[in-house]
């Protein structure tokens, strides 16, 4: 069965710092994605970023970058310049090829500090 | 473009009692996904519809929780009855079909319940 870990429960930063979040994720497929959700104390879900595991290339969103270790099944989240409004519940998620069967991890808080 | 529609926002019952919830997923969107967070952990799928059929239900309590999708567009989760362990929120997504696996879920925001 896939799973998908999230290791930190907790992490802070300096507004205008770089902070990165760790996700490991355990599958058998050789085609899925991997996304990193944020979700503000409002509870709406948004996605910040997604991978495609056949690409090579690590998936960027203007401040928001991953590292994606594919043999290491390694997912992390890189933020940078933090700016307050980031503060929120990081998901990392997983889907395989068809869609079916979405797996997210128990999360991580981030708090930017001012 | 109007968002994933959820109601009620809130709900509190006693246990035993029945509840149901109503999502109206982003126009066009054939995959509805129902999660439920507990607090303090990621949100779990409980189904997962692509029109009106079952995609994945493998984690849905099917002694107690009962879903629908009449038509393809609205859906329904019901517990009948409620236990003390299904507080939570019940999140609501939808995606395009088109791209599978790759595609964003746009999420709902959600019915806290409570069960008492």
């Known amino acids: 069965a896939q799973t998908v870990t999230q290791s930190q429960p907790e992490m802070s930063v300096q507004e205008a710092e770089t902070v990165t979040l760790s996700c490991t994720y355990d599958t058998s497929e050789s085609d899925y994605y991997l996304f990193w959700y944020k979700q503000p104390p409002s509870r709406q879900m948004i996605l910040v970023i997604r991978q495609e595991a056949y690409k090579q290339q690590n998936a960027t969103e203007n401040r928001f970058s991953v590292n994606f270790q594919k043999a290491a099944k390694s997912f992390s989240l890189k933020i940078s310049d933090s700016q307050l409004g980031d503060a929120a519940m990081y998901f990392c998620?997983?889907?395989?090829?068809?869609?079916?069967?979405?797996?997210f991890g128990t999360g991580t808080s981030l708090t930017v500090i001012p | 473009e109007a968002g994933v529609a959820q109601s009620p926002r809130y709900k509190i019952i006693e246990k035993r009692q029945s509840v149901a919830f109503w999502c109206n997923p982003i126009s066009g969107h054939a995959t509805l996904y129902w999660y439920q967070q507990i607090l303090g952990q990621g949100p779990k799928l409980l189904i997962q519809f692509q029109n009106n059929g079952v995609v994945d239900d493998s984690q849905l309590p099917k002694d107690r929780f009962s879903a629908e999708r009449l038509k393809g567009v609205d859906s329904t989760l019901k517990i009948q009855p409620a236990k003390l362990e299904d507080s939570a929120v019940y999140l609501c997504a939808s995606s395009d079909v088109r791209g599978q696996g790759r595609n964003e879920q746009y999420f709902g925001p959600g019915t806290r319940l409570t069960v008492t």
């Open positions: 998620a997983y889907t395989g090829d068809t869609g079916n069967q979405f797996y």
